[in-house]
Nanobody
Framework: QLQLVESGGGLVQPGGSLRLSCAAS????????MGWFRQAPGKEREAVSC????????NYADSVKGRFTISRDDAKDILYLQMDNIKPEDAAVYYC????????????????????WGQGTQVTVSS
C-alpha cells in the first residue's frame, strides 16, 4: 500500500522551530521527487519546498527561503522539513507529496499533478 505519513506538527511560538517528517512506504522512495505543501484556512494549497529524486535539485517558495530546509533520507524513506524562525503566516496544515515524473522546476508543478499525498500535520503559530 502506497502511503505517506506526516508527523512533527504542533504549537510553536513565533521565532521558534519545528521539524516535520514524512515517512514513505509501499513504493521505491528514491525514485520519486518529494514536496512539502501547506494549506491555511480559506486559502489554496501552495508549494513550500520540493526536492528531486536525486536530492540535487531543491526549490523553495520565496516566503520560506532562508528559514526552511528540505532534506531526504533515502536509507530510511523519510522526507524532512526543518522550519526555523517560524512566522504567524506559516500556520497551516502541512502535507507531503510524491511525484514520479521529473520536472525542472518542481515548485511550479500544481498539486493535482502530484501522485501521492499524506494526510497532513497541523502547524499552529501562537505566542
Amino acid at each position: 500500500q502506497l502511503q505517506l505519513v506526516e508527523s512533527g506538527g504542533g504549537l510553536v511560538q513565533p521565532g521558534g522551530s519545528l521539524r516535520l517528517s514524512c515517512a514513505a512506504s509501499g513504493f521505491t522512495f528514491d525514485y520519486y521527487a518529494m514536496g512539502w505543501f501547506r494549506q491555511a484556512p480559506g486559502k489554496e494549497r501552495e508549494a513550500v519546498s520540493c526536492i528531486s529524486a536525486s536530492g540535487r535539485s531543491i526549490n523553495y517558495a520565496d516566503s520560506v527561503k532562508g528559514r526552511f530546509t528540505i532534506s531526504r533520507d533515502d536509507a530510511k524513506d523519510i522526507l524532512y522539513l526543518q522550519m526555523d524562525n517560524i512566522k504567524p503566516e506559516d500556520a497551516a496544515v502541512y502535507y507531503c507529496a510524491a511525484r514520479e515524473r521529473w520536472t525542472v522546476q518542481l515548485i511550479n508543478v500544481p498539486p493535482e499533478q502530484w501522485d501521492l499525498w499524506g494526510q497532513g500535520t497541523q502547524v499552529t503559530v501562537s505566542s
